[in-house]
Every structure is written in C-alpha cells, then in structure tokens.
C-alpha cells in the first residue's frame, strides 16, 4: 500500500534524519525504502496529498483507466466511480482532462460536458473521436485553457 507519492523525497529532505541512500544487502535496502516511506508519510500523508487536484486526478484517471480498460460499454466506463469523482473535481480537472485529451484521445467528452454545461461538437463530428478531440482542445484554447 503506498502512503505518500515517490516525488516527495524531493520535497522532504530524508537525510535531515539520517538516512543515506546507501544499504548493505537487498534485506536491507528494503528496511531501508520502508523506513524512508514511513517518514515521507508522517510528514505528508496520502490524505493530504489528495488536496493536491493534480495528484488526486492521476490517481483517479490510473485508477478508471485499469478498471474500465477491457469494458466495451461508453456507459459503463464514463459510470464508473473514479470517473464520476474526477467530474465531481468540477473546473479544477477541466485543465487536466484537455491536458490528457491533447496527449491522448480518450473518453473525456462526458466528463468535459459534464463540468462545462457546454459541447462544442457539431453533430456530424459525433463519433469521430479526432474531430471531437480537436473541437474541445479548441474549446480549451477559446476559454484560456490550452495553450
């Protein structure tokens, strides 16, 4: 089970506590990695990092991806819960969807629609998942959030 992200010995200097990254044997090097993830997580548990929308937004985008990937049913893939909590993120996921719609199309039309009220597909784009893409990236540049 992890408790904190991996970016944040990053953030919290681990050898402030005497740690180095230097371990004997491979039994070792896993008391080791233990003992620098409990201290990540008693300075920063994963309940706070889930205020952070950007790390709460790929958890749940993995999480949705993994569970839905062998589903065949928009219905059920847009249904499922993680999804339903990255809508319920509202404007805040509205930059990060478009940001994973321009690196990767995918299922994010429901989700966009959701949060915005708005649908800048014309119907005769309906179905063509590259011209959807392409009119709610341009929605996103329209609105300020693709640059």
Not at 38 to 45: A, G, T
Not at 92 to 98: E, G, M, S, Y
Request: hydrophobic share 40%; aromatic share 12%; no cysteine.
């Amino acid at each position: 089970m992890t408790y904190a992200s991996p970016y944040l010995a990053e953030q919290i200097s681990i050898k402030e506590f005497g740690i180095n990254d230097t371990a004997v044997g491979e039994e070792s090097s896993t008391i080791h990695d233990e003992y620098k993830r409990s201290i990540e997580h008693f300075f920063l548990p994963y309940s706070r990092l889930w205020l952070d929308p950007v790390t709460r937004f790929i958890t749940l985008k993995t999480k949705w991806g993994s569970e839905t990937a062998a589903l065949s049913s928009i219905t059920e893939i847009v249904m499922h819960p993680a999804y339903q909590q990255i809508i319920g993120m509202g404007p805040v996921a509205i930059p990060l969807i478009l940001s994973e719609l321009k690196e990767k199309q995918g299922h994010w039309f429901w989700a966009l629609k959701s949060i915005t009220g708005e649908d800048p597909v014309l119907s005769d784009q309906r179905g063509r998942i590259k011209e959807m893409t392409e009119a709610w990236l341009r929605w996103g540049r329209d609105h300020g959030y693709v640059v």
